[in-house]
Nanobody, 116 residues
Framework: QVQLVESGGGWVQAGGSLRLSCAAS????????MGWYRQAPGKQRELVAG???????NYPDSVKGRFTISRDFAKNTVYLQMNSLKPEDTAVYYC??????????WGQGTQVTVSS
């Protein structure tokens, strides 16, 4: 079992920035696929940033150019830097990780609220 613990959420005004962290109890290495998802009230959970084992990243158009996913192998942590935040970015943000041979794991989520 791997535990993922998110932190860094909070309240920010539109145009501001936040950095989310996802600390893993297991080792993050270049074979993992990690991602950040979000879920707003009444909406489906959606991917906002993904990083593949080889380091390639992907983002939906809604956050491209504003959000950046990164990872620190030494700290077993994945980050989501969010800039130019908008009220529509308000949601609970979840970290997801996939370990081959072990499975998929999710964090408990962290609330991000962006006020206009």
């Amino acid at each position: 079992q791997v535990q993922l613990v998110e932190s860094g959420g909070g309240w920010v005004q539109a145009g501001g920035s936040l950095r989310l962290s996802c600390a893993a109890s297991g080792t993050i290495y270049n074979g993992n696929v990690m991602g950040w998802y979000r879920q707003a009230p009444g909406k489906q959970r959606e991917l906002v940033a993904g990083i593949a084992g080889d380091g390639r990243t992907n983002y939906p158009d809604s956050v491209k150019g504003r959000f950046t996913i990164s990872r620190d192998f030494a700290k077993n942590t994945v980050y989501l830097q969010m800039n130019s935040l908008k009220p529509e970015d308000t949601a609970v943000y979840y970290c997801r990780g996939f370990w081959a041979g072990t499975g998929e794991f999710w964090g408990q989520g962290t609330q991000v609220t962006v006020s206009s």
